[in-house]
């Protein structure tokens, strides 16, 4: 039986719409880091309200700085047809960056995701793609500093086997907890 033109327009639009909410993951190109720190600034403005208001403004630098990779790391970015809708800055083992954990553990410092894409997975398909460089890094732990106010991150570190420490630090007068994972 043949299908008519209006419905086979119908099953590629369904498609095309299936293709665009298709998240890849990658190593960020250069000239997307500046779009990336957007990208994680949008994705953290749910946070400004925990910090004092004349503070969020060097918050935003330290996301933006990170996220630019200017203390080092490697920027990973999930897009879609649209562009990013994501990202994660990951430290390898005995990274300068790594100084809040053990030289052989790996880590990451930004986990960002566009709120129109929470709760589909795309927080796990970024800490996996990590988790795969950790292991052939040779990292013996995988870990990351979550403000304690960050519920939505550590549900997802919390899905993904991750475990709370029992360490935390102050940062910018928040408190953090360590979270971690062996390999």
Same mark, same amino acid.
């Given at each position: 039986?043949?299908?008519?033109?209006?419905?086979?327009?119908?099953?590629?639009?369904?498609?095309?719409?299936?293709?665009?909410?298709?998240?890849?993951?990658?190593?960020?190109?250069?000239?997307?880091?500046?779009?990336?720190?957007?990208?994680?600034?949008?994705?953290?403005?749910?946070?400004?309200?925990?910090?004092?208001?004349? =503070?969020?403004?060097?918050?935003?630098?330290?996301?933006?700085?990170?996220t630019q990779l200017k203390?080092?790391?490697?920027?990973?970015?999930?897009?879609?047809?649209?562009?990013?809708?994501?990202?994660?800055?990951?430290?390898?083992?005995?990274?300068?960056?790594?100084?809040?954990?053990?030289?052989?553990?790996?880590?990451?410092?930004?986990?960002?995701?566009?709120?129109?894409?929470?709760?589909?997975?795309?927080?796990?398909?970024?800490?996996?793609?990590? =988790?795969?460089?950790?292991?052939?890094?040779?990292?013996?732990?995988?870990?990351?500093?979550?403000?304690?106010?960050?519920?939505?991150?550590?549900?997802?570190?919390?899905?993904?086997?991750?475990?709370?420490?029992?360490?935390?630090?102050?940062?910018?007068?928040?408190?953090?907890?360590?979270?971690? =994972?062996?390999?």
């Amino acid at each position: 039986k043949l299908k008519s033109a209006r419905s086979l327009k119908k099953i590629y639009f369904e498609l095309s719409n299936m293709e665009k909410e298709q998240h890849q993951v990658r190593h960020a190109y250069l000239e997307e880091y500046e779009g990336a720190s957007l990208v994680a600034i949008e994705a953290y403005q749910c946070l400004k309200f925990i910090y004092p208001p004349g =503070l969020w403004p060097s918050i935003q630098k330290m996301i933006a700085d990170a996220t630019q990779l200017k203390v080092g790391g490697e920027l990973l970015v999930a897009v879609t047809g649209e562009g990013i809708s994501g990202l994660v800055v990951y430290h390898a083992p005995g990274s300068d960056e790594n100084r809040y954990f053990p030289p052989d553990w790996a880590s990451v410092t930004i986990l960002a995701v566009l709120p129109k894409y929470r709760r589909t997975g795309l927080g796990s398909k970024l800490l996996h793609a990590c =988790l795969d460089i950790a292991q052939t890094d040779k990292a013996h732990v995988f870990a990351a500093l979550l403000n304690s106010r960050m519920v939505g991150a550590k549900k997802v570190f919390d899905k993904n086997g991750f475990s709370e420490s029992g360490y935390s630090r102050i940062i910018s007068g928040q408190k953090y907890e360590r979270y971690s =994972l062996i390999l």
